[in-house]
């Protein structure tokens, strides 16, 4: 049996390390602390540890018998920048700064499966324990790649998990092709001729312009799309004016766009663009934007998925196939567009009443350590069988 579950003493260690990291979070590219600690985790079970790459990322190569062949295995490390909302002993010690998304979870599973694999060495190969700053919207993995890391420490195929709410204790879930969707930004800013609110007709009036946009951007996917499309597009901030008497010359539109074809993605910006540029010209207004493509789909391998849900039952997890993907983003969307691999949710529901992440009384679920561990273990002696 591969991946047997790691002794309860371990597993005591490790939740105290997860509440440590919890009560001491550390936003993207800042992960001094949080980096510090894995690259001394790592050097002391004798892995050979390479600090800085893409900043405050951290890489340890485990190595086992002859063989060439590699996997990745990848945690991130971020915190949000939030206040949390719990009144548990080990919360978070900054204001403005919280694991509201659980990635304390994920750097302790990878660090005990670090451990583990390094007592054990049931596997022929080298494991690249990959530990990455600035998952939420800053891109690490990306950094991480730009700073050489697959040239430098070349991986076969790669694999990370994320905490998941939404899914009970004991099981994960994955699926072949996309997983979490491509991740968009845009601000529109408009501007024009403002003026008195009682002499509307020598202004321009951007809010009613802006208020015409909103509703247009919300007919995009019901009306622009095929109807079998994926896709999301949501106006999430709508700002001017400063007075009941004034007609502001600026306005200012945000969102963001998901989808997880390239096609339908091309279509909400340009889409966007064309109204946009529509309701100028009838306004005789002007408009700055900017569409940022921050994330891309995050694509699983199908070999790298059937693989990662039989480790999963390797250790004794409910290896479920999910039916369909999330509308949340990920940037390990990166690295699989660099390697094959596959990502995967691990469960940690508690019940109904389970905040979601991002929730400011979120908390990590520490059960789901020890299945972690056993899974990323797991999966190394399944990838490199001796
Ligand atoms: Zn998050
Ligand atoms: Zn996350």
Known sequence: ??????????????????????????????????????????????????????????????????????????????????????DLPYASRYSGMFHGCGHDGHTTMLIGAARLLAATRRFDGTVVFIFQPAEEGRAGAKAMIDDGLFERFGCDRIFALHNWPQLPVGTLGTRTGPIMAAADRFEIALSGRGGHAALPHLADDVLLAASRIVLSLNTIVSRRLDAAAQAVLSVTRVEGGT??????????????????????????????????AAQCAEGSLSADITYDRYYPATRNDAGAARAALAAGRDCGINAIEADSPSFASE????????????????????????????????????????????????????????
């Open 243 to 276: 007075s009941h008497n004034v007609l502001p010359a600026t306005a200012r539109i945000g969102g963001t766009a998901r989808s997880f074809d390239p096609a339908v993605r091309d279509v909400l910006e340009t889409t966007l663009r064309a109204i946009v």
């Open 1 to 86: 049996m591969l991946g047997e579950p790691i002794p309860i003493e371990g597993v005591d260690e490790l939740i105290a390390l997860r509440r440590d990291l919890h009560a001491h979070p550390e936003l993207a590219f800042a992960e001094h602390r949080t980096s510090a600690i894995v690259a001394c985790e790592l050097a002391a079970l004798g892995i050979e540890v390479h600090r800085h790459v893409g900043g405050t990322g951290v890489v340890g190569l485990l190595r086992a018998g002859s063989s060439d062949r590699r996997i990745g295995l990848r945690a991130d490390m971020d915190a949000l920048p939030m206040s949390e909302a719990t």
């Open 331 to 386: 940037d390990f969307a990166f690295m699989l567009e660099a390697c094959p691999g596959a990502y995967v949710w691990l469960g940690q529901g508690r019940g109904a009443d389970e905040p979601p992440l991002h929730h400011p009384r979120y908390d990590f679920n520490d059960d789901v350590i020890p299945l972690g561990v056993a899974w990323f273990a797991a999966l190394a002696e399944r990838e490199l069988a001796a």
